[in-house]
């Protein structure tokens, strides 16, 4: 048994030697690359998602309540400043300024009459024929005549605003992205306008409005380079640079 040891021992280390041999002879050593130590820049980069949005986007609305009567423009519908985008029928508007007109000459006519009683009973005091009391209160009459013209005469303007807003024009120059209404819809202006057309100015202007993480805000700065990718282009990487930082 201490004989058989030793030749053991003795094939195991020429089979060692013979595997290092081969391995040289095989080029093992150029299984390594070798690459040279060179100083280049660290990039820190912050990771969000956001949304694409146009950098002019005006919601159109409608400041009165009614029927949507007639569209003159649908999605894609390349509009200009002031032109006709929507019509609300306009019947009872209409009907409340021929309303607030007929107030309005009833109560210049009044007017006129108080005037009339007015000067009478100035000449009537000043002959000794007449009260100071009657004479204050054709003056009273007087005044409040005159208010309640003001009154109707803005009465008569509201109304005619009123009208003027069942036509609903474009603010600017643009493309209609979005139509939230149809013809025989009703518009409800009770508590905010409702919005009828989103119109964007210009789509090849765009914005990112992206939540960046608390702790990632503070290395933002305005200028800094932003590159992003959207679903329609996943393929394609756009560039652009931070304009803001809002609180």
């Given at each position: 048994?201490?004989r ?6 003795l094939?195991?280390g020429?089979?060692?030697?013979a595997s290092?041999?081969r ?6 050593a ?19 998602t956001?949304?694409?949005?146009p950098v002019?986007?005006?919601?159109v ?28 029928d ?18 210049q ?5 108080a005037?009339l ?16 009391a009657d ?24 109304a005619?605003a ?14 209609v ?14 508590l ?19 939540n ?5 805000v503070g290395?933002?700065e305005v200028?800094q380079?932003?590159?992003f990718?959207v ?6 990487t756009?560039?652009g ?7």
């Open positions: 048994m201490k058989f040891i030793p030749w053991v021992a094939v195991v020429l089979l060692i030697v290092v041999v391995q040289c002879r095989n080029g093992g150029g299984n390594y690359q070798i690459a040279t130590v060179t100083r280049g820049p660290i990039t820190q980069a912050v990771t969000a956001g949304t694409l949005n002019v986007n005006v919601q609305g409608s400041q009165v309540s009614g029927n949507i009567a007639k569209l003159f423009a649908d999605f894609n519908s390349q509009v200009k400043a002031g032109q006709v985008v929507a019509q609300i306009p019947a009872l508007f209409q009907a409340t300024v021929t309303q607030a007109e007929g107030d309005l000459a009833n109560a006519a009044a007017l006129e009459l005037k009683n007015a000067t009478r009973t100035q000449e009537l005091f000043a002959r000794k024929t007449s009260s100071q004479l204050d209160q054709a003056m009273a009459n007087l005044h409040q005549a005159e208010a309640n013209v003001k009154i109707k005469q803005g009465a008569l303007d509201k005619k009123d009208l003027d807003h069942c036509t609903i024009t474009s603010p600017i120059d643009g493309i992205i979005s139509r939230n209404v149809d013809v025989g819809q009703t518009v409800a202006a009770s905010q306008a409702p919005v009828i057309f989103q119109i964007a100015n210009d789509l090849t202007k765009m914005q990112i409005d992206a960046v993480a608390e702790a990632d290395v933002l200028g380079d932003v590159d990718t679903d329609a282009f996943p393929m394609r756009f560039h640079k931070v304009v803001q930082v809002r609180n």
